[in-house]
């Protein structure tokens, strides 16, 4: 069974602190992906990875930064969290070059910054 | 300009009828995949399905299908028989096969099921 795991279902930072949100996958997946969900928007994209040490950015890169050292985990970072950060962070993860493969998802960190 | 559109914000259906959620898209590739998600109000994304731009056939589920209608950029999704548990947010997405093939979301449809 594929599995996406998220380090914390629910966050809550004051504003001007380091945020980590770590993605763990056991799919061996060669793409990750970082989104931020908030109501009315859908889902937009952050930053990707396609390969070890390699990221992209998505739609939405400002105030973020990512890590991806291991094939398997793909760290999103707030540099200085402000509350316009607060909202929920889903990851996902994806074999490489299937178009008609989905992205397995995981069950997503609402954070809340004060 | 949007590249998936969701036209319905919200949509109420009664137990056991069929829904039908919209979706539109944009995309001037000539190969691209479409997908549906669920979001159930704990939050985790569930897939429901799939369908690529050269299929000839609708996408099938159980009691989930894809209305794909190809020269009018639209992907529908059809729930049949409705369900209290098909209750949630519904994403549609689309995947084109060029650059690094990302997924891009509309805005979501909310479905409430009524007995």
């Known amino acids: 069974d594929v599995k996406v795991t998220q380090s914390s279902r629910y966050l809550v930072k004051r504003t001007g602190e380091k945020v980590f949100l770590e993605c763990v996958q056991d799919?061996?997946?060669?793409?990750m992906f970082w989104y931020r969900q908030d109501p009315g928007l859908g889902l937009r994209l952050i930053y990707f990875s396609y390969d070890v040490k390699m990221k992209e950015k998505g739609d939405i890169p400002e105030g973020y930064s990512v890590s991806r050292e291991k094939k398997e985990r793909f760290s999103l970072i707030l540099e200085s969290a402000s509350t316009n950060q607060t909202s929920m962070y889903l990851c996902a993860s994806r074999p490489l070059d299937r178009v008609g493969e989905t992205q397995y998802f995981g069950p997503g960190t609402r954070l809340l910054v004060l | 300009a949007q590249k998936i559109t969701q036209t319905q914000p919200g949509m109420f259906v009664q137990e056991k009828e069929a829904v039908t959620l919209d979706c539109t898209y944009d995309?001037?590739?000539?190969?691209?995949?479409l997908f549906w998600y669920k979001q159930p109000s704990s939050g985790e994304m569930i897939f429901l399905i799939y369908q690529g731009s050269y299929d000839q056939q609708n996408a099938t589920e159980g009691r989930y299908s894809l209305n794909f209608q190809k020269a009018r950029k639209s992907a529908n999704l059809v729930i049949s028989a409705s369900q209290l548990g098909d209750s949630a947010m519904y994403f549609c997405?689309?995947?084109?096969?060029?650059?690094?093939?990302?997924?891009?979301f509309g805005k979501g449809t909310m479905l409430l099921v009524s007995p």
């Open positions: 997405a689309m995947r084109e096969v060029v650059g690094y093939s990302t997924l891009t």
């Open positions: 995309t001037s590739d000539p190969s691209y995949g």
């Open positions: 799919m061996d997946h060669e793409n």
